[in-house]
Structure formats: C-alpha cells, structure tokens
C-alpha cells in the first residue's frame, strides 16, 4: 500500500472557521468519527470568535504567538506550548501584532475518562538477539541551525 501524503500549509488553506472569524486560514488534515486535524493560520489581528462545540481540542501552536481564551480566562501563547480546550466549553484564539500557526486535534466527544482501563492492549515480543529497552527518559535536543523561514511564502515566524 502506497503512503498517504496531507498536504497542507501555504496554498492549501481557505478562509473559514466558526461564524464571525476573520483573518484566519485553515485546511483539514484529517476527519473521521475518531476526530479532525486541521492546521490554521493567523494574520496579524485575526480572531477566532468565542465558541463551543461538543469536542474536545488540542490547539497546538507551532509559530508566533497570540492569545487564547477558555470560559471566561484569557492568557498568551507561543509556540511550542497547546491549550485544551474542553468540550461545550467557551473558546477562543486571537493576534494582535504578530502571526500565529497551530494545529488543532479535535476528539470526538468531551473525553475518554468512561473507557480509560477498559481497552486491553499487546505488544510484541522482542526479536532474538535485541536487547530489552528500557524506560526513556530525557528531552528534546536543540536543533543544530536556526530553521529557514522564506518571508516571502507567507509564513509567520
């Protein structure tokens, strides 16, 4: 079976979003009854009005900054950092001065906490001659060069 490639990023993206959003730009990644991923783009200014919906998200910001909203508490965000935001609860993104890019992972339902230990898995056992792996533990590597970034593609930072 051949490789299933998304595309998505600059000019794959359309407006839209809930009603009264403006400045943003969004493409579905992934939708099926498990739930949807979408990557969004945030202009300088652009708002994602206050809405709920029955989903929970993951709003996952992965360039720029701007600000999130959850019930009636509002606080910044950057990159690097995701806010939940629960299900039929009030939420919100916006900019001000910069540009914002996030992926948003919708779950289909408020949560998974009445099936949680319910699911059994399994694993395979270890191919002779590997050795056992241990528990990780530790972080991240800093990248080596600064990654590129092309003003021109219309991009944020």
């Given amino acids: 079976m051949p ?9 794959n993206r359309r407006p839209g979003s809930p009603p009264g959003t403006s400045g943003v730009q969004s493409q579905v990644i992934h939708s099926d009854a498990r739930g949807t991923i979408s990557e969004l783009a945030l202009a300088r200014g652009a708002r994602i009005e206050p809405h709920s919906n029955p989903n929970s998200a993951w709003f996952i910001v992965i360039e720029g900054g701007g600000w999130v909203l959850v019930g009636d508490e509002k606080t910044r965000i950057a990159a690097g950092e995701a806010a939940v935001w629960p299900a039929d609860e009030i939420h919100a993104a916006w900019t001000e001065h910069g540009q914002m890019r996030a992926f948003i992972v919708e779950l289909a339902g408020a949560d998974d906490s009445h099936v949680r230990g319910v699911l ?38």
């Fill in 120 to 157: 059994e898995g399994t694993a395979e056992e270890p191919r002779p001659g590997l050795p056992a792996v241990a528990a990780g533990q530790g972080a991240l590597a800093e990248p080596e060069r600064p990654i590129a970034h092309d003003p021109e593609a219309g991009e944020p930072l």
């Fill in 3 to 11: 490789i299933e490639i998304r595309r998505f990023g600059v000019g």
